[in-house]
C-alpha cells in the first residue's frame, strides 16, 4: 500500500502562482475591493475559466493563499531542527526560521501584511503566533513565572503574538534592515529583561 500524498499537477501549480503573483502585484496599485476576476486574469494571462477552476471568486483565493501561507509557515517552523546550530539561535530556532522564510518571500509578505488592505493574512498569522507564544508559556518555568508575576495566561499569549506580529510588520515596512537571526536575538534580550 503507498502511503505517500498525492502530488499536485504541475499544471496547477503554475497557475496557482500566476493567479497568486497577479494578486499581489495589483493589490501594490489597487484597493481589494477593486480587483476584479477579469483583472486578475489578464494580469495572470489566464483566462476567467481558469480562474474558476481553482476558486469561486476572490474571497475563496485570499482564503486559500491565507491557508496555503499558514501551512508553508508551519512547515518553516516544525521542521526546525531541536537541536541549533550555534548558541546564537539557542533561544528560538522557530522564530529565526520564520522570519528567514519571511525574508525569502518578502515581496508576497510585504503586500500581505504590511499593506493595510487586507487584514486576512495578518490574522490568520496573528493566531499561528498566538500558538506559538502559547507552546513556550506552557512550560512549567514559563507558568510559574506568570504565576509569581500575577499575569493571566491569556494576556501573556495577547500580548507575545501582538509584539510578534508588529514588530514583523515594522521590519517588512522599513525594508528589512536587520538579519532575521539578529532579529530573534534582540526577541531573546527583550524577553530576558521583562522577566
Keep these: ?22 494578486f499581489i502585484e495589483l493589490l501594490q496599485e489597487m484597493d481589494i475591493e477593486k480587483i476584479s476576476v477579469n483583472r486578475l486574469a489578464e494580469r495572470a494571462t489566464i483566462n476567467r475559466v481558469t480562474f474558476y477552476l481553482h476558486y469561486r471568486d476572490i474571497p475563496d483565493m485570499l482564503e486559500k493563499m491565507a491557508n496555503d501561507m499558514i501551512e508553508d509557515i508551519h512547515q518553516v517552523l516544525y521542521n526546525t531542527p531541536q537541536n541549533p546550530k550555534s548558541a546564537e539561535e539557542t533561544d528560538w530556532p522557530m ?37 506559538l507564544v502559547t507552546e513556550r508559556l506552557n512550560s512549567r518555568e514559563n507558568e510559574s513565572l506568570l504565576a509569581k508575576a500575577s499575569i493571566q495566561k491569556d494576556i501573556a499569549i495577547w500580548y507575545g503574538s501582538s509584539a510578534l506580529i508588529g514588530t514583523i510588520i515594522a521590519w517588512l515596512r522599513n525594508d528589512m534592515p536587520y538579519t532575521p537571526l539578529f532579529l530573534a536575538k534582540q526577541f531573546s534580550l527583550l524577553r530576558s529583561i521583562s522577566r
Excluded: G
Design 95 to 131: 522564530l529565526v526560521n520564520l522570519l528567514e522564510h519571511i525574508a525569502q518571500n518578502a515581496k508576497f509578505y510585504k503586500v500581505i501584511l504590511a499593506i493595510n488592505r487586507t487584514t486576512l493574512f495578518s490574522d490568520h498569522l496573528l493566531k499561528l503566533l498566538a500558538e
Design 1 to 22: 500500500m503507498d502511503n505517500t500524498t498525492p502530488r499536485t499537477d504541475p499544471r496547477i501549480l503554475r497557475t496557482r502562482q500566476l493567479l497568486r503573483d497577479a
